[in-house]
């Protein structure tokens, strides 16, 4: 640890701010005390610290507390398991329908026309309402101005 | 040893504040300080093994993260984009002004009126108490040059106050 004599000015100067957090060695706040038991300006000007230092630490600087950070954690947490929820689902969904497909035309003749029509049907419904509902977020993404806001 | 995610994202919350208040003080903004803050929470829970005890304490490490990430943000701006002004002038605007109570106005003021460095090393000491060999960690910079440094932005700030206050 650094020791340090008076400023030129004669006062002990940032010792002071050293002092304050018990930064110092045993010698130098020894130092700072008896110089400020004789220097009304460094006892002042310690005070002066003393009470800046509580009025910071007793202000808000920050209008987010934990209880939003602790929030905002979950959020991400939600999202990171949302995507691979929707991953898993649309790789199931994917390799169904090309299951399925590959099952109506590698064995025509065990299907009815009624039966392939309605399994036709369901997968042709889902694959659309899926084709749907993706063109509209991708339309919704690139105009949406305010995507990014959370509310 | 390594902590595990819910020890991580507790500490982290109970950090949250304070590495926003830090944010603001390098970004000059509240909003692209949550970003930031955000941004750094993130990059933490991802990657929750970067950070390694014997590099020193939890708090200063994620503190750092969080200025790096300002930093980052800084750059990413435009040059005439320089918003550090707001932290002023927010007490113009009367939604914010209603807010904040007289005491915290004057010395957010006050706060404004110092360079990027020195607020910052005044949060991170007397608003987050940290010790110095933790503030010279987050700031990337010598031990030895805390005091003095944090001394200066003190009495700096002290004089500001007592302008706005009067």
Known sequence: MMTKELNDDGHVGD???????????????????????????????????????VRIGAATLSNRDHDFWREDMDDMTVKATRGIGWLLLLGGAIIGAGVGVYEILSSPSSLSLLEKLVVGGVYGGLLLIFISV?????????????????? | MMLNTHQIQHDLALLGGGAHALAIQILGNAEDAADAVHDALEKVLRAPGAYRPEQG??????????????????????????????????????????EIADRDRVLQLALASLDSDQRQIIVLRDYMDLTYAEIAAVLDT???????????????LGKAYREYDD
């Open chain 1, 134 to 151: 993706l063109r509209q977020r991708l339309v919704e993404r690139k105009s949406d101005r305010y995507k990014d806001v959370e509310i």
């Open chain 2, 142 to 156: 010598a031990p030895g040059t805390v005091m003095s440094r944090l001394h200066r932005a003190r009495v700096n």
């Open chain 1, 15 to 53: 010792l002071l701010s050293g002092y304050i957090d018990n930064e110092l060695t045993q010698q130098e706040q020894q130092r700072v005390r008896l110089h400020c038991d004789s220097c009304p300006d460094c006892s002042r000007q310690m005070t002066e610290l003393r009470e800046m230092r």
């Open chain 2, 57 to 98: 304490p939890f708090k200063p490490w994620f503190l750092r993260v969080v200025r790096n990430r300002c930093i980052d943000l800084l750059r990413q701006r435009r040059p005439v984009d320089n918003r550090s002004d707001e932290i002023a002038d927010a007490a113009a605007d009367p939604a914010r002004e209603a």
